[in-house]
């Protein structure tokens, strides 16, 4: 479940938002109280928030704010809320994903929150969430050659890096699409980054190779060249 936040002086905007949004999409919500609060949210390493409704009619340089959260949070969807036109010639300085004009009607802000929506899911396609010493990182899933397993600990190898997560490899399969396979008690492999499959082994983008088992060898094979051929 996504969680949306709120940061307005304007309780009026909380007030609608619970009677237009939290009845009609199962949401988590908090609100903000101050641009300090958030702040130190998003210095902490991550921003609790998913979607975050930014009200800068009433804010400081609420776009350089924006800017701020995104530089450390670049997960977040954003929708500005502003009372004037005036207020927005800076908005593209930042990524929005909507914008609201005050007063603005109750089918524009579903539209805002379905479209943040939207991208979120779009995001999480093209990532791969996991937890390491507390934090949460996103590895781009076109960046990963291959992930092995060493007893209780997973090497994920990408293009300039290796991340080791304590996790079992059945468990992180469970997050991946289905370019990934595993062809090895030990290894999965990202379709993507193959460059040759001979006897019993795979040879990726970066020069490494990988060996399929036995067992798996007459599947891996034929869930790679489908693969192909779609």
């Not at 009609?24 to 109280?33: A, G, H, M, V, W």
């Not at 800076?90 to 909507?98: A, G, K, L, N």
């Amino acid at each position: 479940m996504y969680q949306i936040g709120v940061l307005s002086e304007d309780q009026a905007v909380w007030n609608m938002l619970q009677e237009f949004l939290f009845s009609k999409y199962p949401l988590k919500r908090y609100q903000y109280f101050s641009k300090m609060e958030l702040e130190l949210e998003a210095n902490s390493g991550a921003v609790r928030s998913d979607i975050l409704i930014l009200d800068i009619h009433h804010m400081q340089d609420g776009i350089a704010f924006a800017k701020n959260i995104q530089r450390k949070d670049r997960r977040v969807r954003l929708i500005f809320i502003a009372g004037t036109t005036k207020e927005i010639s800076r908005i593209f300085e930042t990524d929005p994903t909507y914008l609201l004009i005050k007063p603005f009607r109750k089918n524009q802000l579903y539209k805002a929150v379905e479209k943040s929506i939207m991208k979120l899911q779009e995001n999480e396609k093209r990532f791969l969430a996991l937890s390491i010493k507390d934090k949460l990182i996103r590895i781009p899933l076109q960046e990963i050659y291959y992930i092995q397993s060493d007893r209780r600990y997973l090497r994920i190898y990408q293009q300039q890096k290796c991340d080791t997560v304590t996790m079992k490899l059945s468990a992180i399969m469970e997050k991946l699409p289905d370019y990934f396979i595993r062809c090895h008690q030990s290894y999965v492999v990202n379709i993507d980054k193959i460059v040759r499959l001979e006897k019993n082994q795979i040879m990726l983008e970066n020069g490494n190779f990988i060996t399929i088992s036995r067992n798996r060898l007459q599947l891996a094979k034929n869930t790679i060249q489908k693969y192909f051929n779609e």
